[in-house]
């Protein structure tokens, strides 16, 4: 039996709620502003991870984590892009290279390479 989009979104959502962590997903509206404008998606269900060596491609050091976030809850801010932020365990990290997944034509997953 295939396994439909919805079911892999659903056993991601399942696995990031039960061994994840919880970000923040940040876009900015404007170049400037105090405080700068901004949209936030709070508690966004994510597992984080440093980068492997063989994973470290030009401009992107061992200080990047890639970051595996569920499209569920994010309709807002899709697709997210380069220049979004991740807000981890309170500090804030550039989207360098969002890497979305989609099966069947449905976005399933969102694999993120983070800086800063």
């Known amino acids: 039996m295939m396994t439909s989009p919805a079911d892999l979104i659903a056993d991601l959502d399942a696995a990031l709620a039960d061994a994840g962590s919880t970000i923040t997903i940040r ?7 105090t405080p700068r404008p901004k949209t936030d998606i709070d508690n966004v269900p994510a597992a984080a991870r440093g980068v492997r060596a063989d994973e470290l491609v030009e401009g992107i050091d061992q200080t990047a984590s890639t970051v595996v976030v569920s ?32 099966v069947q034509g449905v976005l399933v997953r969102i694999d993120l390479l983070v800086s800063g």
């Open 27 to 33: 876009r900015y509206t404007a170049p400037t502003g």
């Open 71 to 102: 499209p569920t809850g994010l309709a807002a801010l899709l697709p997210l892009k380069k220049g979004d932020k991740a807000v981890i365990d309170g500090r804030e990290r550039n989207i360098e290279l969002p890497k979305p997944i989609s």
